[in-house]
Structure formats: C-alpha cells, structure tokens
C-alpha cells in the first residue's frame, strides 16, 4: 500500500528583502509579483521520505542540511530520505543574507510537515514522459536541451480522482531578467496555476539539469546575454507562454500514464569527494580582469582569498558531494546541490538507457555551476566568472577539475539501486 500526505506554506516575505540571482548595484525586493510557496509530500511504503519543493534559488548547503534534519526529526526519518528541490528562481530572497526569513521559511515548512503527514491517504501512481522545447543552451558551444518533461500522476486510490502532479522541467528559474525586483516564483508559479486548472489538482515542478539552460521566453525591457538571438521570444506574457508550452505537452500524454497501487518508493543518499585546484595569483588576477572587462562583475574579495591559499600553499581543495536518489515506480529523480550542465542529466540517461532517470540540479542546495568537460573548456561565467561572486557561499575558489564531470556521472550511474 502506497500512502502520500501533501501541504503546502506560503514562504513570501512581509517586507522589502535582499534578492539573489543577479549581479546588480540594488538588489532588494520592491513589492511582490506573486507569492512563493513551499510544497511537501511526505511518502509511505515499505518505508516514509519526504519531498519538498521551495520557491528560492537554493539555500547553501549549511542551511539545506539543518532544514532536512529538522524535517527528519519532525516526521521521524534520517535526513538521507528528506529531498529540497529548490525552483531557482532569481526574484526570492537570499536566505544566507536574510536569516529571519529563513528561520521564519523554515518554521512554514515543518508545519506543513505535520500537516502532511496527519492526512495520509493511499494512492496510485503513475509515469511518462512529454516534449516541450522550452528551454535554449545559452553557451555557444553546445546546443544540447533536456526536453523531457517528467510526468508522475498521483491519484487518489479509490476514486482515482487526480491528487498530485509532478513535473520535472529543465530551464531556468529567470524569465524575468534582473530589471525585476518583484518577489516571485518565477514561470514555475504560472506553470502550478495554469496545470492545476487543467488536470484539476496540485502541481509540484522539480527543476532538472538546468545551469546553461535559459527559458526561451523572457520578459524584460532589456536584452541580457542570456536571451540574446532569434532563438528567444521576448513577451509581456512570457511567464505563462511558457507554463502553457509545458501544459499542452503534458495534456497529450497525460491519460497515457495508467497508475498503479503497487508502486516502491525509496529515498537515499551516496556520497563522492571531489577535487578543485587553487589557480595562482597570476591566473587569478587574470580572471578578475576578464570578469570585470566582459561581464561587470567586481572583485570584491576573491581575489585576495587565492592569494591567502596560495601563500599557505595551499593548491587542491575538496569537497563531500552528495548524490540523492529518489525512485517512484520506474522513475529515478537523482539530484545533488549544484547548477549541473544539461550535460548531465542527458549523458546519464543515455549511459542507463532509461528515459525516465533525471539528473537534477538545486537539489538540497544551491552551490555553484558544475559543468561538463566541454563547458569547461569554453570557460566563460559558468565556470570563472561566477566564482567571484559566489565563492562567500563554499570553501572553494576553483571549479572543480575538468575531469571530474565524467567521474561524478560514472559515480551517479553507478549508484542506481536495481
């Protein structure tokens, strides 16, 4: 018997809050757009896991991990079987910055927990895949997308009534560029709307491998790099043209995932380490110039934290990665806390010959970009630039070795529980 309880929080913030996403001189909120929300499910077969989506760029991993074990400790599980899959979106707060907001997040969400897991009810479950081109690779190298939006139909076991649709989508969370400083949820709260009219329940969206993908709807008065080109639709509409993309692809298959009552659930977690090289000053500064001459990005302490390392001689760093997996019939969702390459998630798949294993990214965290070989070697913001200002979250000051984006796929396909 398969049982599932779902509740959902309102996270929007009641005042004016420091937002994450963008590099840009302001970055506080000025009103709210829409709200953001958080959604959990919590899971019952031979076994209980909990899965929960947030409206948020994604927390540092620090703050996932007191979330996940504050949940275990709620709903009586270890934290290996609480998944966060954070949407992305670039117009919520920053949790690191704002920790009253993030304590009050956190609050929200274990009542929703309790509420959850006091209204369990038995229901069955069902899978397919649809298409929908909704995403562009913004790296001029590679054309490659993930269109495979993954649908899990949950219904109710005795009225087969629709209770709960899971849809795993890959493109980012920012179809609104950085002259926003509304609050919201991005295109993921239009897509939760405008399905859950159509299919008649909830609707949870779990971002993929999403790091070089950008929507290709957008919205904004200016013209970023990331939607620059005939392969982008600029739009006053472009949060629900994109919701609407998504559930017209669903619609056509949406009858074709027969459910069943029978179905195992499972939660867990492997853990690999990693490497990254400390580069030299003369590299550093380097990069610093190139981020500030191509992308406006200032230093603002980078710089001096490489020169600190390279003086402590200091040349390799590493870094605890954790995988997790999470298996619903013949679906396997395995995320880990970075932007990962939609590289990632295609070559695994690809490896596993299974159409229904997805690589995610902004999964119990949100650290830094991760990118393939070939992305690392077209270098550019996903792999240099970014680190100047994101290396205050984590320990490194260098994307990982080039040859670890093979290494962490072989390792992900390698801990498929059969």
Not at 148 to 163: D, F, L, N, W, Y
Not at 209 to 219: D, E, L, Q
Not at 224 to 239: F, H, I, K, N, Q
Not at 241 to 253: H, P, S, Y
Request: with cysteine.
């Amino acid at each position: 018997m398969l049982r599932l309880g779902y509740s959902q929080a309102d996270i929007t913030p009641d005042r004016p809050m420091e937002l994450v996403g963008f590099y840009r001189e302001d970055n506080r909120s000025s009103g709210v757009l829409k709200p953001l929300l958080s959604q959990v499910t919590v899971w019952e077969a031979e076994e209980r896991c909990c899965l929960v989506t947030i409206d948020s760029i994604g927390f540092t991993r620090e703050l996932s991990d007191k979330l996940r074990k504050m949940l275990g400790d709620e709903l009586g599980i270890p934290s290996a079987r609480v998944m966060l899959c954070f949407s992305h979106t670039h117009a919520a707060p920053d949790a690191d910055r704002e920790p009253e907001y993030y304590r009050e997040v956190c609050r929200r969400i274990l009542e929703a927990a309790r509420q959850a897991a006091a209204d369990m009810t038995e229901v069955a479950v069902g899978w397919t895949n649809a298409q929908a081109s909704i995403g562009v690779n913004r790296r001029p190298v590679s054309e490659a997308t993930d269109d495979r939006v993954g649908v899990i139909k949950v219904c109710e076991a005795q009225s087969g009534q629709p209770k709960l649709l899971i849809l795993r989508v890959t493109a980012h969370g920012n179809v609104l560029k950085r002259d926003n400083n509304k609050i919201s949820p991005d295109w993921f709260g239009d897509l939760r709307e405008v399905a859950g009219t159509k299919f008649g329940c909830r609707v949870m969206v779990i971002q993929g491998s999403a790091g070089n993908t950008a929507p290709k709807y957008f919205c904004s008065k200016e013209t970023p790099v990331d939607a620059t080109g005939e392969r982008y639709v600029r739009s006053e509409t472009a949060l629900t043209d994109m919701a609407c993309e998504v559930t017209d692809a669903v619609e056509k298959v949406f009858d074709t995932a027969a459910v069943r009552r029978d179905c195992r659930v499972s939660m867990y977690s492997r853990h690999i380490t990693l490497e990254s090289d400390v580069p030299t000053v003369e590299r550093a500064c380097q990069i610093a110039k190139e981020a500030q001459e191509l992308c406006g990005i200032i230093d603002t302490g980078w710089l001096a934290k490489v020169k600190r390392l390279n003086e402590e001689e200091v040349h390799v760093q590493s870094e605890d990665v954790e995988m997790q997996y999470f298996t619903i019939g013949d679906v396997c969702m395995c995320g880990g806390p970075y932007e990962f390459m939609v590289g990632f998630a295609l070559e695994a798949s690809r490896l596993l010959q299974d159409e229904y294993f997805y690589v995610n990214g902004y999964t119990n965290g949100c650290l830094l970009y991760f990118p393939t070989e070939e992305e690392f070697d077209y270098g550019g913001y996903e792999v240099f630039w970014s680190m100047l200002i994101y290396y205050v979250y984590i320990e490194r000051v260098y994307p990982f070795r080039r040859e670890e984006a093979s290494r962490l796929i072989r390792f992900i396909c390698g801990q498929v529980r059969e």
